[in-house]
């Protein structure tokens, strides 16, 4: 498969995703993986969903690994709600396993100087490298209305 269809497929994946990993979910009170489960579960996705964290065996209520490399199956879409300093090494894994696109909420990229602007320039060539569709960094996300995919 050329990258370019690779990258078609992701947006695809992305935009209507049949399985998603939220990699930081968490029960605390206004946390991006935490909302981002919400949202899911609140406008009626009904795919695969796992969250994932190292601590927890269930998080809002949904189902958590302590990896990326322990989630069944292919991924179409990885929500990233971790901290800048984690997002390059948490795209790597989601490539690793396979997984079609990502949704990266950190800032301090291209808004946090010439350091987070080199951050910026590896993720994207790092996604690009394996046709990978990526979303952010520092977005608000996507929402497929039809599916209840709010990622």
Sequence with gaps: MRAGDRMRSGIEALLDPRSVAVVGASDREGSFGGECLDNLRTHGYRHDLVAVHPRHAEVRGVECVGSLDACRGPLD?????????????????????EARSAIVFASGFG??????????AELTRIANNAGMAVVGP??????NRHTGATL
């Design 77 to 97: 879409a990885v929500v990233l709600a971790v901290g800048a300093g984690r997002v390059l090494d948490t795209l790597k894994q989601a490539i690793a396993v």
């Design 138 to 143: 520092n977005c608000l996300g996507t929402m």
């Design 111 to 120: 808004d946090g100087g010439a350091e987070g602007k080199a951050q910026e």
